[in-house]
């Protein structure tokens, strides 16, 4: 399995931090050349090497960490996203939850990325949290994951794993997983939309 993040801004750099501190192999990209970044990434772990977007993107896991709305621009450095899977670590903020049709922020993300294993996960902590040893007082570090395609959790999990993290599986990106899907400012008010439409 090989990884990359894609965004090399706080939350990037929080992740990356968890694969040095791991050993384990990460390119990171943003769009700045990867000359640029290179003296970042080397400062973070000797596993995290700068590489540019488009070759970054040879990695099967690619981790979205850039702002919501750049997410298109991402999308169209591969022709297909078949075989790849795309963890969205992003949350929509600041884009008005108006402009996501209805839909949770990942599953609206994955209209662009056609063919890819979707899975959200690593959005819920700050970047400061998510950058320290996620093993706290003996207990780890709990992350949520969730997914429309059941196959691609197991994969992330097993990576979370090895980052220190506890995965936690919430199920289908508009089931469990609204509960993890920002809403504008807020968290959590999809399920409750939801659960109101159903009661209607
Ligand atoms: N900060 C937090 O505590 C936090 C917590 C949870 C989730 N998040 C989510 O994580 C995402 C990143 O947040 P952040 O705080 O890390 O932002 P940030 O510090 O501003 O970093 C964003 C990174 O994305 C890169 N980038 C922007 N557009 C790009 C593009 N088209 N292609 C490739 N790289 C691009 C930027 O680098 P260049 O300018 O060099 O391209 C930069 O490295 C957001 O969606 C945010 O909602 C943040």
New binding site residues.
């Given amino acids: 399995m090989s990884y990359a993040i ?9 992740l990356a931090h968890a694969f040095a501190r791991n050993n384990i192999n990460v390119t990171v ?4 050349p990867p000359e ?2 290179a003296p970042q990434a080397r400062a973070v772990g000797p596993t995290v090497v700068a590489k540019s ?1 488009r070759d970054a993107l040879e990695a099967d896991t690619i981790i ?5 709305g ?1 997410h298109r ?2 999308a169209k450095a591969l022709p297909s996203w078949k075989g790849k899977t795309v963890i969205d ?5 600041p884009l008005p939850p108006e402009e996501l049709d209805g839909l949770p922020s990942s599953t609206f993300i994955a209209k662009s990325f056609t063919g890819a294993k979707v899975v959200k996960g ?7 949290t ?1 950058a320290s040893d996620p093993v706290v007082e003996g207990g780890h570090r709990v992350i949520f994951l969730l997914s429309d395609d059941e196959d691609a959790i197991a994969p992330v999990a097993d990576l979370a794993k090895r980052l220190g993290f506890a995965p936690v599986t919430l199920g289908k990106l508009n089931e469990g997983g609204l509960l993890v899907h ?1 809403w504008g400012r807020f968290w959590g008010p999809l399920i409750f939309q939801d659960l109101f439409k159903k009661q209607q």
């Fill in positions: 894609v965004g090399f801004g706080k939350i990037g750099q929080a990209a943003s769009r700045r640029a970044l977007l979205l960490a850039i702002p919501f750049e621009e991402v670590a992003m949350n929509s903020f690593f959005n819920h902590l700050g970047a400061a998510l920002a």
